[in-house]
C-alpha cells in the first residue's frame, strides 16, 4: 500500500468554494460553467460539480478532485439545458468526502432544486431539528432540505419559499440555487462572501468573482448587495431583500488572500489593492535592508508595493513549484522533514550575503513560514526581516475560511516578540488593522474583520470562542 504525506499542514488554509451560476438562450450552459468553475479553482480544490436544468429535468455531475479532472467532453455534453449551477468545494463542514461534494440536489415531487454553496452557517443545530425527511449532513444539505420542504409544504415557487426560509439561516452563506426554469444568486444580509452579476448577449451569469465572467465574456452589471436576491428567469433579473438591512461585513481576507488579483471587489482590483496594503506596510514599519523578497505566491503583490515604497529592489528569491497537489507518495523521513521544498526553494544567488526582507500577506499556523525563514537563511541571507500585510491572525473563522483546529493558530495567546522568536526573525511587523482597510480602497466600515479584531459581526459557538480567549 501506498503511504501519503498530507501536504496540506503546508498549504494555506482553504477558503470555503467557489460559486456560479448561468441563465442562457443556448442549450450548453454546463460548459459555460466549466469554465467559470476553472476561474474560481483557487477557491476549492476538493471536489467539483455543476447541475443543469433543460427546462424539464434536472441533472447534477460531480466528483472528488479538480475542475479539469471531474469533467471532460463526455460528461459535459451529457448536461443539456441553458440554466446551470456549479461548485468548487474546499470543506469546511463535513469531511472531504464525495457525499458532502456540491451542487447539492433535492427531490421535489417530479420538480427538483440543486444548490452551491460558499460560507459557513452558524446556527446548524438548530436548522438540523427543522428538517423533516432525510438526512443533512452539513450546512448546505440543510439548507437546500428546508428551501425544498417549504416549497413542497407550501406549494410555493423558488423565490417565494426562499424569501421566508432564508432568514432563518445565520452565518455566512452566498449562494447559486436552481430549479427547471429559474436560477437565483444570493448574499446573506452581511454579505461575507462575494458574488457578482454579469451579462452576456445569451443571458446572464452570476459568480463569486469577477474573474469567472472574464473568462467566460460576461461583462459585470453589479456585485450583488449583501443581503440582495436575485431571481433570474425568462423574464429577466428581478432583485429582492429578503432580510432587514445590516451592516455589510465582507471578508477582510477576500482583499487579503482569498480573491484572485485580476478580480474586482467593492469596485476595487485586489492586485492594486495588496500593492497598496504592503506600501503603507513599508511607512508603518520600515527597516534596513537589501532585497524584498515575496513568499510566492502569496506575498507578491504586497513585497512589490514594499519595495516600491521604500526604494530597496524586489527580488524573486524563493521559487515555487507550482505543479504541487495536495498530497505526496510519502518520501523518506529525511526528506518528508524538507516538506516545505516540495513547494518552496530558496535560491542563494539572490539571497547570499543580503539583508532580506521577506513579505507574505499573513500566517495562520507558522510552520510553513518557520521552514521558509530556515530556507532563507541556509542560503546565506544576513537578516531576516518579516513584514505580514495584514494584522495577526488570533480567533478563528466561523464563516467558511478553514481555520482548523483552532489552538493551532500561532498569534493566539502570542505577542509579536514570541512570534519572532518563534519564527526565528531579526524583525517582525503586522499590518495594522486601520492601515490595511484603507488599503482596500473601499470607504467606510462594512469588512468582517473577527479573525483579526476577535469582534464577531453574529453569534458563534462560544466554546471555541472561549478556547482562543483562554490562550490569548
Ligand atoms: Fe474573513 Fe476572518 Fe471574517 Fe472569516 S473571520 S469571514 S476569514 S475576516
Ligand atoms: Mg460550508
Request: net charge negative.
Amino acid at each position: 500500500m501506498e503511504a501519503h504525506l498530507d501536504l496540506s499542514s503546508l498549504s494555506r488554509p482553504g477558503e470555503a468554494c467557489g460559486v456560479f451560476g448561468i441563465f442562457t438562450t443556448e442549450a450548453d450552459a454546463a460548459h459555460t460553467t466549466y469554465f467559470g468553475l476553472f476561474a474560481l479553482q483557487h477557491r476549492g480544490q476538493e471536489s467539483a460539480g455543476i447541475a443543469v436544468s433543460d427546462g424539464d429535468t434536472l441533472t447534477v455531475y460531480k466528483d472528488m478532485g479538480l475542475v479539469a479532472q471531474v469533467f471532460n467532453e463526455t460528461t459535459l455534453t451529457a448536461l443539456s439545458g441553458g440554466i446551470a449551477i456549479g461548485h468548487t468545494r474546499y470543506s469546511t463542514t463535513g469531511s472531504s468526502v464525495w457525499e458532502n461534494s456540491q451542487p447539492v440536489y433535492r427531490q421535489i415531487g417530479d420538480n427538483g432544486i440543486a444548490l452551491a454553496h460558499n460560507g459557513n452557517l452558524t446556527n446548524t443545530t438548530t436548522l438540523a431539528a427543522l428538517v423533516q425527511n432525510g438526512s443533512a449532513t452539513t450546512d448546505s444539505e440543510l439548507m437546500t432540505a428546508l428551501i425544498a420542504e417549504r416549497m413542497d409544504d407550501h406549494r410555493e415557487d423558488l423565490g417565494t419559499a426562499l424569501a421566508s426560509v432564508l432568514p432563518r439561516f445565520e452565518g455566512a452563506y452566498t449562494l447559486t440555487i436552481l430549479d427547471r426554469n429559474h436560477l437565483v444568486g444570493v448574499r446573506d444580509p452581511y454579505g461575507f462572501r462575494p458574488l457578482c452579476l454579469g451579462t452576456t448577449d445569451h443571458g446572464w451569469v452570476l459568480a463569486s468573482e469577477t474573474a469567472a465572467l472574464d473568462l467566460v465574456g460576461a461583462r459585470l452589471v453589479r456585485e450583488l448587495a449583501p443581503g440582495e436576491m436575485v431571481i433570474i428567469d425568462d423574464d429577466g433579473v428581478t432583485s429582492v431583500h429578503p432580510f432587514p438591512a445590516v451592516q455589510e461585513r465582507l471578508c477582510l481576507f477576500e482583499f487579503v488572500y482569498f480573491a484572485r488579483p485580476d478580480s474586482m471587489l467593492r469596485g476595487q482590483n485586489i492586485h492594486r489593492a495588496r500593492r497598496r496594503m504592503g506600501a503603507t506596510l513599508a511607512e508603518q514599519a520600515p527597516v534596513e535592508a537589501d532585497v524584498v523578497v515575496p513568499v510566492p505566491e502569496s506575498g507578491i503583490p504586497a513585497a512589490q508595493g514594499f519595495a516600491e515604497a521604500a526604494g530597496i529592489r524586489y527580488t524573486d528569491g524563493l521559487v515555487k513549484n507550482r505543479y504541487v497537489g495536495r498530497t505526496f507518495i510519502q518520501p523518506a523521513q529525511a526528506l518528508r522533514d524538507r516538506g516545505v521544498r516540495l513547494k518552496l526553494n530558496a535560491m542563494p544567488a539572490e539571497l547570499e550575503g543580503k539583508r532580506v526582507i521577506l513579505v507574505d500577506d499573513s500566517i495562520i499556523r507558522g510552520s510553513t513560514t518557520r521552514q521558509l525563514i530556515h530556507l532563507v537563511r541556509e542560503a546565506g541571507a544576513t537578516e531576516v526581516h518579516l513584514r505580514i500585510s495584514s494584522p495577526p491572525y488570533r480567533w478563528p473563522c466561523f464563516y467558511g475560511m478553514d481555520t482548523g483546529d483552532r489552538s493551532t493558530l500561532l498569534a493566539a495567546g502570542r505577542d509579536v516578540d514570541e512570534i519572532a522568536a518563534f519564527l526565528d526573525v531579526d524583525t517582525l511587523a503586522y499590518l495594522e488593522l486601520d492601515r490595511l482597510l484603507e488599503a482596500t480602497g473601499v470607504d467606510g466600515a462594512g469588512f468582517c474583520t473577527a479573525c483579526l479584531s476577535g469582534s464577531y459581526p453574529t453569534e458563534v459557538p462560544l466554546t471555541d470562542v472561549k478556547l482562543v480567549l483562554e490562550r490569548a
